[in-house]
């Protein structure tokens, strides 16, 4: 048996998610039907890095599974290809040893969030950016409170109240808020993020930059570790799953 490790890009707008689910159509479920097929109708399975939801797309989402298939990488990818849905890409394939594990033997994950500023939403723009329609945030303002979360927290507050993650302390050793012509893009890296993490810290960013909140209330509300003290999660459609790194 060999252990592929493969790079997916995906664009999330018609998916219940990565995760397969009872009866949904996900990303995880149409990758893994394409390898049952290469198979030739044998139970293959992927693992991913983690799971993104419903409406969130990827550039570097990363999976492994096993095979017993003597096909080079690029076969693979295109191989995989063919029998997956357009909006659903393997960008790289390698082979790695059987100690990899691409949710287990990450080492740090880069999200981005945007936001649209254009006058009038595009329709091609609609399910890839966050349209912000009258809203003109204060830059300066996430900025400030951009930097509330660096470094090691407990991020309680600022992840979903489902998350079954017991230790909810994580590191985020970078966050940048840019503006790129009429897009205003955040991105955010880290040793890893809980279920709703970046999406929570997005939209409290943005009421900080539209002042319903101030830069310094981030830093209560890392202390406070209670989700009811903060805003709603920002919505889905905003968000990409970048990179996923690895020592190896």
């Known amino acids: 048996m060999k252990r592929v490790k493969a790079k997916v890009s995906y664009d999330g707008t018609d998916y219940a998610g990565y995760q397969s689910q009872p009866n949904m159509r996900t990303v995880q479920s149409v990758i893994d039907k394409a390898l049952v097929k290469l198979h030739k109708d044998k139970t293959v399975y992927s693992v991913a890095s983690g799971r993104t939801d419903a409406g969130v797309h990827a550039f570097g989402q990363v999976i492994h599974f096993d095979t017993p298939l003597d096909l080079p990488p690029d076969r ?4 995989l290809n063919v029998l997956l849905p ?13 100690e990899f594990h691409a949710r287990y033997s990450a080492t740090g994950k880069t999200y981005m969030y945007k936001w649209s500023s254009s006058e009038i939403q595009s329709p091609f723009e609609r399910n890839y950016a966050v349209h912000l329609g009258k ?7 996430m900025r400030e409170a951009a930097q509330y979360f660096i470094g090691t927290h407990d991020f309680t507050s600022f992840c979903s ?3 079954a993650t017991a230790n909810k302390v994580r590191t985020v050793r970078e966050l940048t808020l840019v503006e790129q012509g009429e897009e205003l893009i955040m991105t955010i890296e880290g040793d890893g993020f809980l279920y709703n993490m970046v999406r929570t ?11 319903w909140n101030e830069p310094l ?4 509300m890392l202390e406070a570790k209670d989700r009811k003290k ?3 999660t920002a919505p889905a459609h905003g968000l990409y799953l970048m990179n996923v790194t690895y020592n190896h």
């Open 135 to 141: 809203w003109k945030p204060d830059i300066e303002r």
């Open 230 to 232: 903060v805003g709603k």
């Open 76 to 79: 693979w990818r295109m191989a």
């Open 86 to 98: 357009k909006d659903v890409r393997i960008v790289e394939v390698e082979f790695v040893d059987e």
């Open 161 to 163: 109240s489902k998350t």
């Open 201 to 211: 810290i997005a939209g409290m960013l943005f009421a900080v930059g539209i002042g």
């Open 217 to 220: 209330d981030m830093k209560e």
